[in-house]
C-alpha cells in the first residue's frame, strides 16, 4: 500500500526546533510535487508548504514562512520538514501528502493522496 510515514515529532518549548521526517512507502516522489499539512482537532487541515518534485521549488504559507523549511535530498525518498522558533499555536498533527496531479507546486485545488499517520508536535512551556 502506497503511503507516507512520518516521525520527528515531540515535545519542544516555543522558540525551539524539530526536523520531521517523511517517507514514501510503495511509490516514488520523483512523480509527485509533496506537501506538508497539520491540523489541530476540531480545525480544518491547513497546507503549510509543499516542494516539488521537478525543479525542488518550494511554497509556504504565510503563518510558517521563515520559520520553516521543506527539503529533498537528491537521492532516496524522504521529505524534511524543519522547524524553527517555533510557537505555541504550531501545536498540531503534521502530515505529509502526494500531489498526484502535479509535479511542480501550485496553488489551486488538487489531489493529494497517500497520507500517512500523521507526526504529532506540541509546543509548550
Known sequence: QAQFVESGGGLVQPGGSLRLSCVASGFFLDYYATGWFRQVPGKEREAISCISASDRSTLYADSVKGR??????????TVYLEMNRLEVEDTAVYYCAADLERRRCATGPTTWSYWGQGTQVTVSS
Open 68 to 77: 520553516f523549511t521543506i527539503s529533498r535530498p537528491d537521492a532516496g525518498n
